[in-house]
Nanobody, 128 residues
Framework: QVQLVESGGGLAQAGGSLRLSCAAS?????????MGWFRQGPGKEREFVAA????????YYAESVKGRFTISRDNAKNTIYLQMNSLKPEDTAVYYC????????????????????WGQGTRVTVSS
């Protein structure tokens, strides 16, 4: 299994921005077809945020972040990113990146069980 390590979390003010990174090691991400970001807020279940295919340009976003967050990747660095703009207090959560060996689509990218590898998470706190 690939090892995933997130970084870039921290404290931001409402309206501010943060950029999360997820670096993969152990195995190339070329064997994983879909990369995703999830988050778990205080007292909430883990929820889907964004995903993209490791090759190609297909991306998916949760409605709550569409237009504010952007998922991207650097294949050469084996790294995916989550640019978060116009942050809101409700974005406060621990953010996790995940890798799936499946080609996930619109109806399946939200499925936590479809992802084989997970990072340890990075905490994002947005103050009002």
């Amino acid at each position: 299994q690939v090892q995933l390590v997130e970084s870039g979390g921290g404290l931001a003010q409402a309206g501010g921005s943060l950029r999360l990174s997820c670096a993969a090691s152990g195995h190339t991400l070329n064997n994983y077809y879909t990369m995703g970001w999830f988050r778990q807020g205080p007292g909430k279940e883990r929820e889907f945020v964004a995903a993209n295919r490791w090759t190609g340009s297909t991306t998916y976003y949760a409605e709550s972040v569409k237009g504010r967050f952007t998922i991207s990747r650097d294949n050469a660095k084996n790294t995916i990113y989550l640019q978060m703009n116009s942050l809101k207090p409700e974005d406060t959560a621990v953010y996790y990146c995940a890798a799936s060996k499946r080609v996930l689509a619109r109806l399946t990218v939200h499925d936590i069980d479809a992802y084989a590898s997970w990072g340890q998470g990075t905490r994002v706190t947005v103050s009002s």
